[in-house]
């Protein structure tokens, strides 16, 4: 399974962007659960942005909560982050990251977290 995130660049303080993330590979025989974006901000640690269940229920940390909006298509397994308002201390790798259950048997699935390359999303003053 890979995960492919793009939508990244360099954006003026209070404009937007919006990052998406295509999951392929292996996924024809498994269910994709909770998506979910990250951040990384130099010398800080990973930190969870947003998340969306398979169900649409959606969670966020309360410095981009009204700003930034999280969406999947599971037709076409991708999420999207929307980014609005950003600001300096948006700046960050953005990292998608997807939990997926493998189905082996009916009565028995195998769970691993993927993780997408990241892509730069920097925004200055």
């Known amino acids: 399974v890979q995960l492919q995130a793009s939508g990244g660049g360099l954006v003026q303080a209070g404009g937007s962007l919006t990052l998406s993330c295509v999951a392929s590979g292996s996924i024809g025989n498994a269910n994709i659960n909770t998506m979910a974006w990250y951040r990384q901000a130099p010398g800080k640690q990973r930190e969870m942005v947003a998340t969306i269940t398979s169900s649409g229920n959606t969670d966020y940390v309360d410095s981009v909560k009204g700003r930034f909006t999280i969406s999947r298509d599971n037709a076409k397994n991708t999420v999207y982050l929307q980014m609005n308002t950003l600001n300096p201390e948006d700046t960050a790798v953005y990292y998608c990251?997807?939990?997926?259950?493998?189905?082996?048997?009916?009565?028995?699935?195998?769970?691993?977290?993927?993780w997408g390359q990241g892509t730069q999303v920097t925004v200055s003053s």
């Open positions: 990251n997807a939990q997926i259950a493998h189905i082996i048997s009916p009565w028995r699935q195998s769970s691993r977290d993927y």
